[in-house]
């Protein structure tokens, strides 16, 4: 229902993934057409915790991501029915992820020391998968800031996380890359016609 309010508002560069994450393939398909992906949750952010890893991924491949605010409650069907307008005025205002994460986190009123570790757990991956060195050193200024620390500590954190790539699925050593879902398909097809002719030779000989 989302998607179908948002083409009725006039947003028809608008698509969902149904019943599953959002993947490499999917993004591979949107970076043909646009290099800024806006993403749209209900209030409560459960859908955002749920698509970390997509995220990253897609920051990897150097989507310009960022994240539509809504009301608490609130998904994006029920914002268009209120007002369509309002909907139009999130995506026109959406935050980097990064920004946005930072604006989440402080809003929830941390003690110092927990608001340093929130930040280093969900906003510092985002940092670390940024395809570009320039946005990279930006937002380590930004959340130099944001923490009043310098600059240093937040590099030498970077420096351990392991970066989201498509198809890679050892974290440590990226020794094994995963075998596309596509490839995977074809080959179980050839095995299956290959053991269906092998059933039929054997009916031909008996």
Not at 30 to 52: H, M, P, T, Y
């Amino acid at each position: 229902m989302d998607l179908i309010m948002s083409h009725q508002a006039g947003h028809l560069n608008t698509v969902a993934v149904s019943g599953t994450a959002l993947t490499d393939e999917h993004l591979k398909n949107i970076k043909r057409l646009a290099n800024k992906l806006v993403l749209a949750f209900d209030g409560d952010q459960a859908g955002f915790k749920a698509s970390q890893r997509g995220i990253n991924l897609a920051l990897g491949m150097g989507f310009d991501v960022r994240i539509a605010k809504l009301p608490n409650d609130v998904d994006p069907a029920d914002l268009i029915l209120e007002n369509s307008e309002n909907w139009s005025n999130s995506v026109k205002n959406a935050r980097h992820v990064v920004d946005f994460c930072l604006e989440v986190l402080e809003s929830r009123g941390f003690e110092p020391r927990k608001f340093k570790m929130e930040v280093q757990n969900l906003v510092l991956p985002y940092i670390a998968n940024l395809k570009s060195n320039i946005e990279q050193a930006h937002f380590v200024n930004v959340v130099a800031r944001k923490l009043s620390i310098d600059e240093a500590p937040i590099w030498s954190e970077l420096k351990k996380i392991t970066v989201e790539n498509p198809g890679i699925q050892s974290a440590q050593n990226n020794e094994f890359t995963e075998i596309p879902e596509t490839i995977k398909g074809v080959r179980s097809e050839n095995l299956l016609k290959k053991i269906y002719g092998f059933i039929l030779w054997q009916k031909e000989i008996a």
